[in-house]
């Protein structure tokens, strides 16, 4: 017999140790950020087509929103902890299932094992989002905040540990592939931990009643979810686009050497994870507004930069450019969502289910892009997603004031927390 939430009491939520369970963005990070640096490790930068590529983001994108739609359900049936096992499980068959290609059906044999990870990222991280909710409701920015930083630790982390092996173990002198198979033991790791503890439990409101079901859906039709949707494409966009195609934009570009390639893409994710820490301060100093447009533009100016450069250093300095330009514009997203919606796991798996998809989308597409145009262009076109950013923030401030100005604010007591986010001048 599983065991099913439903038999539990929310009030023993507050002895339930269920901030360890957050550290598993730590592991969906890795399984979202591993694409990138692997393409490297299997050679696909010596003669494989672009188009080709890109369906291996194509896959892991259909996949993890396959398993989020099913886990929900699952939800009300078995437990999480059941299903982080479960996760776990089907992340360590995937990483060993990259470790054997068979070379008659090399292609679609990772494709498989990239399905794999993607499976285990949609069950993680729709779990993950039913789990969170007990700090949100205590910090929203907070909780937002520090997911994000645990996601992103976990795809440097794997980009460092695919760019240390690669020399050791790479792709085209094995017939197995190490460095999958020590990346297998992680997820076995937090499978042999997770067995160990209680499951979390989740308050009546984290499972999915139909009252709930039917707040979600109400959320998600508005024009400010919309807007933050759509915001949320097209920064995952622009950002995985980076991610999953500058290990072999170097490589063609400037013939980097690869292992050097995938540590550029390593410091990437640190200048990320560095300017979301720096952002935190910064969002309590200078004027939101402001900063938004200092982020986009000077993101703009570092893809434009890395597109033009002939040099790895100027391609590194460009990287880091680029990384730390992007990084408050998530934490301005996290801060306008953690106060404008209450928290319903179902809305916030379908609106970050969005946000994934456009991050696995721009790279799928970009593959079109360097087949037809050559790689040269393939770093200009997420500048356009930038902009996209700029105008759909602009909008988003701008439909929070005409709805601050509404009578139905009145019996909102969070709202006035508006107020302050939105003005031009940082709050004193």
């Not at 369970?21 to 969906?28: D, E, N, R, S, V």
């Not at 437990?79 to 499980?89: E, G, H, Q």
């Not at 989740?202 to 079901?213: K, M, N, S, Y």
Request: glycine letters at 10%; a positive charge; one cysteine or more.
């Amino acid at each position: 017999m599983p065991d099913s939430p439903q038999s539990r009491q929310p009030a023993v939520l507050a002895k339930d140790p269920v901030r360890g369970w957050t550290w598993g963005f730590l592991l969906a990070g890795m399984l979202m950020g591993a694409l990138g640096s692997l393409l490297v490790d299997w050679q696909y930068q010596l003669d494989s087509d672009p188009r080709i590529i890109g369906v291996h983001f194509l896959a892991l994108n259909g996949a993890v929103l396959a398993l989020g739609y099913l886990t929900q359900k699952l939800l009300r049936r078995f437990s999480v902890k059941t299903l982080y096992i479960a996760a776990c499980f089907i992340a360590s068959v995937g990483f060993v299932e990259l470790s054997f290609p068979l070379f008659s059906i090399r292609f679609w044999w990772r494709v498989g094992g990239v399905v794999l990870l993607g499976m285990s990222a949609g069950m993680l991280l729709t779990c993950l989002f039913h789990v969170v909710r007990p700090h949100y409701e205590e910090n929203p920015v907070e909780a937002i905040n520090v997911s994000g930083l645990l996601f992103g630790t976990g795809c440097l982390a794997v980009t460092v540990l695919i760019g240390v092996s690669y020399p050791i173990a790479p792709g085209f002198v094995f017939s197995m592939q190490w460095d999958t198979i020590g990346l297998a033991i992680v997820p076995l790791i937090y499978l042999i931990v997770y067995a160990r503890r209680p499951s979390p439990v989740l308050p009546a409101g984290g499972r999915l009643h139909e009252d709930t079901i039917r707040r979600s859906l109400k959320d998600l039709r508005s024009i400010a979810a919309v807007l933050f949707s759509l915001l949320l494409f097209f920064q995952f966009g622009s950002e995985w686009a980076l991610a999953g195609w500058l290990p072999l934009f170097l490589i063609h570009r400037l013939g980097m050497n690869p292992a050097s390639a995938i540590f550029v893409l390593a410091i990437y994710f640190l200048a990320l994870l560095s300017g979301r820490l720096a952002a935190q301060v910064l969002l309590t100093k200078v004027a939101h507004t402001k900063l938004l447009a200092v982020s986009v533009t000077t993101a703009m100016f570092g893809y434009l930069v890395l597109s033009k450069t002939n040099t790895i250093v100027g391609a590194a300095l460009a990287t880091i450019v680029t990384g730390l330009a992007f990084a408050p514009i998530y934490g301005l997203v996290a801060e306008k969502i953690g106060r404008r919606f209450d928290y319903h796991p179902g809305f916030f798996n379908g609106i970050f289910s969005l946000a994934i998809t456009g991050g696995m989308l721009a790279p799928w597409l970009l593959g079109y892009v360097g087949y037809y145009l050559g790689m040269s262009y393939v770093m200009l076109i997420p500048a356009f997603g930038s902009v996209a950013v700029l105008i759909l923030m602009l909008l988003i401030i701008l439909e929070a004031k005409l709805m601050g100005s509404a009578p139905d604010r009145l019996s909102n007591p969070d709202a006035n927390l508006l107020d302050e986010d939105l003005r031009d001048e940082p709050p004193a």
